[in-house]
């Protein structure tokens, strides 16, 4: 069965070649454009890694992962921040929150992307 995975990203070029990469290695994607649609979804829709932006519109990544964090039912959810906030101390906080890896937007490529998430994953 395949691994599912929400992606959580308001740009829409990122999104589609996300999107596009991980649902060709046969990951069963869904997509969220906000951190509030993101937390409905997981209402109704458990996966095996979210892929969080940090900054989006209506809920921040910040707020999501304590909100994911604090959940019983999602906390062992691991959380693959894509963000261009590449500042050490905005990386130390998402990890100390209890995101599970960080990768920067302008720096990665998908085929590194895939590498995360079957690490990740494994």
């Known amino acids: 069965m395949a691994s599912k995975i929400i992606i959580a990203e308001d740009d829409q070029f990122i999104l589609k070649a996300m999107t596009t990469k991980l649902t060709k290695e046969g990951y069963e994607v869904k997509i969220a454009t906000d951190g509030v649609q993101l937390m409905d979804m997981l209402k109704s829709y458990i996966p095996d890694l979210i892929i969080l932006d940090l900054l989006m519109p209506k809920k921040d990544g910040f707020e999501v992962i304590k909100e994911v964090k604090e959940d019983p039912k999602l906390k062992n959810i691991p ?16 990890l100390n929150l209890g995101a599970t890896d960080y990768i920067i937007k302008s720096e990665f490529t998908l085929e590194s992307l895939v590498q995360k998430i079957k690490n990740i994953l494994k």
């Open 79 to 94: 959380i693959l921040i894509a963000s261009n906030l590449g500042q050490e101390n905005d990386i130390q906080q998402v």
